[in-house]
């Protein structure tokens, strides 16, 4: 796995965290920003996944 694939996935798990949390506490300003971050993770594992396809790729 390379850094964007790890902290994508960070991410992804810190915004659950928080939307759950918004969901439970009905705060949702906190679920919101859960719904981003979770978003935002899923954009930057989904880059890490690209760059080490390509990797491999070149690799061969």
């Known amino acids: 796995m390379n850094k964007d694939q ?7 798990v810190k915004g659950t965290v928080k939307k759950v949390a918004g969901r ?8 919101n920003k859960g719904k981003v971050q979770n978003a935002l993770g899923e954009a930057q594992s989904a880059f890490g996944d690209a760059k080490a396809d ?3 790729a ?3």
């Open 6 to 12: 790890t902290a994508g996935r960070i991410k992804e």
């Open 54 to 56: 390509l990797s491999k």
């Open 24 to 31: 439970i506490t009905g705060d949702k300003t906190l679920e």
């Open 58 to 60: 070149l690799n061969k």
